[in-house]
């Protein structure tokens, strides 16, 4: 592969520019002020991939955000590689605490800096890059086909559809996928597991209307009250939630099993450090890395009622809301969880309120292999490039289509990310470093010369 890294060293600046262009499309599919950028976006990303090399580079519609689909065939014969990303991004918010306009991409102090550079756009782009350099070189030994949705960030409603409609367009032997981190750019890393996901919105309904707090404070339930007190109640003082069954079905490790999966290097006074916290919490008995990779959890994503505004406004409010998402560990099912989830928490709503639940979206959790040869090869370019074997790793992270595409298509996945945590992906001030970026686009055509042999 050294011409097709000799042309991605001549061709890196250009490379950088064509991925701004993406950067500076809001495609953020939560909003629906923001469809239009989807289909934009969509569009720039066909025509790039178009342009490097592919025979074909579709928009092709779906129930949401269109999927852009592309393939290059150079033998049929060959081993086929399905690259899945996504070009939708996360809201800005808060945009106060941004020090860069996030859809204005700088570089600065070696990292590319705005909304997406690593989630998923960046990522997504050295995949693109990779594909063009193997074109243009004479070098891709394997059929490659793209699948990049807009509509991963909000669980990818449309997918799986798409993907029952479209099974014999998207057969292949692998899929492929940048869209985790590693442990460290000294310690690389394979993604082996993700954590599943079930995602719920509850809404507590009080008085028919706001009220004065002081007229009625002490009276009537206050939903905003009501609501805390609930949500405090679903994760005790041992951090273990209290939904009943939510542990049911939850696989344990063997105390071998979690003394292998400790051995990642991982440093408890950085990880605080780089958080700027005096101390971890979560799940009594388990290792911050447990608690992030094979354990399930739940958190509060926002919370929201009553008067927000500057100055005061002394109000009981009429309702009062939550987002809450819980991250699922083998052999936990997100929908049961989902019901259970909801049963709980009607059943400990107080009569002086009424509730809504409602569960917004999910997916299972997923384990890939370490034993194909779609792994070995993943193994083999990342060594090549970071000068040592990378570990495999189980992700606290979830990618909820994942586990879609082996129920549907039957191909397993291979998570190659080159993120890294301080990238800050959902938060603001994300980034992608340079030397991850051209790292990942220095094992990607290895990972196609591995997989073909």
Known sequence: MEKAHKYIAENRGRFIEELFEVLRIPSISA???????????AEYLAQIIAAAGADRADVLPTEGNPVVYAEKIVDPAARTVLVYGHYDVMPEDPRGEWRTEPFEPVIKDGRIWGRGADDDKGQLFIH??????????????????????????IGSPSLYDFCRKNKKMLAADIILVSDTSMLGADTPSITAGLRGLTYMEVEVVGPNKDLHSGLFGGAVANPANVLTRLVASLVD??????????????RELTAAERKAFNKA??????????????????????????????????????IWGGYIEEGTKTV?????????????????????????????????????VKVNVKCLHGGAPYVSPTDTAAYRAAEHAVSDV????????????????????????????????????????????????????????????????????
């Not at 003082?237 to 939850?250: A, C, L, N, Q, S």
Request: with cysteine; charged share 25%.
């Open 31 to 41: 909003q629906s002020e923001h469809k239009p950028d989807m289909v934009r976006c």
């Open 128 to 153: 693109i890059k990779a594909f063009e350099a193997m074109c243009a070189t004479g070098t891709l030994p394997c059929n490659v086909k793209f699948m990049l949705e807009g509509e991963e960030e």
């Open 237 to 250: 003082g041992e951090g273990r939630v209290t939904i009943p069954g939510f542990y049911d079905d939850v």
């Open 265 to 302: 290097p991982f440093s408890l006074s950085d990880y605080k450090k780089a958080l700027d916290i005096a101390a971890v919490e979560g799940e009594a008995g388990y290792t911050t890395l447990e608690r992030t990779g094979i354990r399930p959890s739940l958190d509060v994503n926002g």
């Open 316 to 352: 009981i409010p009429s309702r009062a809301s939550a987002k809450i998402s819980m991250r699922l560990v083998p052999d936990q099912d997100w929908k049961k969880i989902g019901k259970l989830f909801e049963k709980h928490f009607r059943s400990i709503a107080p009569k002086s």
């Open 386 to 453: 970071f000068g040592k074997k990378p570990l495999p790793f189980y992700s606290g992270g979830s990618i909820p289509i994942i586990s879609g595409f082996e129920s549907i298509l039957g191909i397993k996945s291979i998570l190659l990310g080159f993120g890294l945590a301080k990238d800050a992906i959902h938060s603001p001030n994300e980034s992608f470093g340079l030397d991850m970026f051209d790292k990942g686009l220095a094992a990607i055509p290895l990972f196609y010369k591995y997989f073909a042999q």
